[in-house]
């Protein structure tokens, strides 16, 4: 079945970059996404790419997509403090609306 | 718009009895999911709707559980008899439709089963 995996914990510091990686199983996705959750928060979208694109930039956020090798990726430049939360990745299911979340990633980012 | 709006935001009950939570979507999405999160589990698809009509609820843990959705801007999550192993954070999201890429997420219900 699909399935979606994550590291569970990434420590930066302040003012570096942070990547956090995702893998999943579902070829045919056709939208991968990146949701961001706060402490007592619901999950926020960030970003999410078309499975036909391998890049895509938006601010401080990039997304890197190989589709070979079924490996996502999130950069996040110049890391703040309030860029800590958690960070899960999520891809489509083709039969339906729903989306498969990875385990999610603890980013901490100390100053 | 005030976006998806749940209640209560925290519920404290015993084990047995039964809980409900409630979802409000925002006014024109056609779909509406309920989630939940725990610590050993991650984040779990219990049932979505499109359309007010239920589409998947093969995330739904057993029987205890059931989900209405009686109208466009209202949905329910019943838990009867609720136990320990329920206590969780669920989250009601929604969507314009069930192909659009963006759910917009509650701030969810935070659920303690003693």
């Known amino acids: 079945g699909e399935d979606v995996e994550q590291s569970l914990f990434l420590s930066v510091r302040e003012g570096d970059s942070s990547v956090i990686n995702c893998t999943y199983t579902?070829?045919?996705?056709?939208?991968l996404y990146w949701y961001k959750q706060e402490p007592g928060a619901g999950l926020q979208l960030l970003t999410y790419?078309?499975?036909?694109?391998d890049m895509k930039q938006d601010q401080r956020l990039t997304v890197l997509l190989n589709k070979k090798d079924k490996h996502l990726s999130l950069r996040i430049a110049d890391t703040q403090t309030g860029d800590s939360a958690i960070y899960f990745c999520a891809e489509k299911d083709n039969q339906g609306g729903k989306l498969i979340f990875g385990q999610g990633t603890e980013l901490s980012v100390k100053p | 718009d005030a976006g998806v709006i749940q209640s209560p935001r925290h519920e404290v009950t015993e084990m047995g009895q039964e809980v409900t939570l409630r979802c409000k979507p925002i006014s024109g999405h056609n779909s509406l999911f309920w989630y939940r999160q725990t610590m050993m589990r991650g984040l779990e698809l219990l049932i979505y709707?499109?359309?007010?009509?239920?589409?998947?609820d093969s995330g739904m843990p057993e029987d205890r559980f059931s989900a209405k959705m009686p109208n466009a801007s209202f949905s329910t999550l019943k838990i009867q008899p609720s136990e320990p192993r329920d206590s969780a954070v669920y989250f009601c999201a929604s969507s314009l439709t069930s192909a659009n890429n963006e759910q917009f997420f509650g701030p969810g219900t935070r659920l303690t089963v003693l």
């Open positions: 709707f499109n359309n007010n009509v239920p589409i998947d």
């Open positions: 579902d070829s045919s996705s056709t939208y």
């Open positions: 790419i078309f499975s036909n694109m």
